[in-house]
């Protein structure tokens, strides 16, 4: 019976000091979370607008694009695993010497099945994501060389657009960096829209009436789309 009065009289104790050890850890797992959810990005990493706030990290941007497409795993426009070498097989204007590849052979015998020449969707529309939120910041920034950037991701998206129209045909139209709306879109790509974003990439506002100057930048000509982009991808699909 005593023993039983003891461990009555101990139990508001117990509860108690479970008490203070639950609002203790409470307290140390809620900072520790809310200090890991709120860990800065590395110092070599730039998010979101934060990469528009200025010229240099906006063409940085740009320049990231080129090297998407030149990329030598799965960018569109590089050495033999780029568009031009494989269409170029397709087609027979070249001639296959690397017989033991079998990207390479299913090409120059026009036998190319699903997973053949996707990289190049999947690299191309990345571009058009960027170009697009690169677009979409360009519209309300105050950067000296707005123009400039605008007009070179108006292009990105516009040569992006016209390869893609004429390896896979009709195709989402992506204008946008909203990754809802673009997800609800259906295959409609049409040669109209392409041409508008080439044409805005060359024409724009003010007295010198072009974003793009020869749609070369003028601070920096190793980089950028060289001047007969222009009228390369004046051509349009098809």
Excluded at 150 to 168: Q, T
Aim: hydrophobic letters at 35%; aromatic letters at 10%; glycine letters at 12%.
């Amino acid at each position: 019976m005593k023993q039983l009065n003891k461990l009555i009289s101990l139990a508001p104790v117990r509860s108690l000091r479970l008490l203070w050890a639950a609002g203790i850890a409470a307290l140390l797992f809620g900072s520790s979370c809310k200090k890991f959810l709120t860990i800065p990005l590395p110092v070599n990493t730039i998010a979101g607008s934060d990469a528009y706030v200025s010229d240099q990290s906006t063409s940085g941007v740009l320049d990231y694009i080129y090297s998407l497409l030149m990329s030598y795993n799965g960018g569109s426009f590089s050495n033999n695993a780029g568009v031009g070498y494989n269409s170029g097989l397709y087609t027979d204007e070249l001639q296959n010497i690397n017989v033991n590849s079998i990207q390479f052979r299913a090409f120059y015998s026009n036998v190319i099945t699903g997973d053949q020449g996707g990289a190049w969707w999947v690299n191309l529309y990345k571009v058009i994501g960027i170009a697009n939120t690169t677009i979409g910041a360009m519209q309300s920034s105050g950067l000296p060389n707005r123009n400039q950037w605008l007009g070179e991701a108006l292009f990105d998206r516009a040569l992006s657009y016209f390869y893609l129209v004429n390896l896979y045909g009709d195709v989402p139209l992506a204008l946008t960096s909203d990754y809802l709306t673009n997800n609800q879109l259906s295959p409609h790509a049409e040669s109209d829209g392409i041409q508008s974003d080439r044409s805005r990439s060359e024409t724009g506002p003010g007295a010198a009436g072009r974003r793009l100057p020869g749609l070369q930048r003028e601070n920096d000509h190793r980089q950028g789309p060289p001047q007969p982009c222009g009228g390369y991808c004046a051509a349009g699909p098809g």
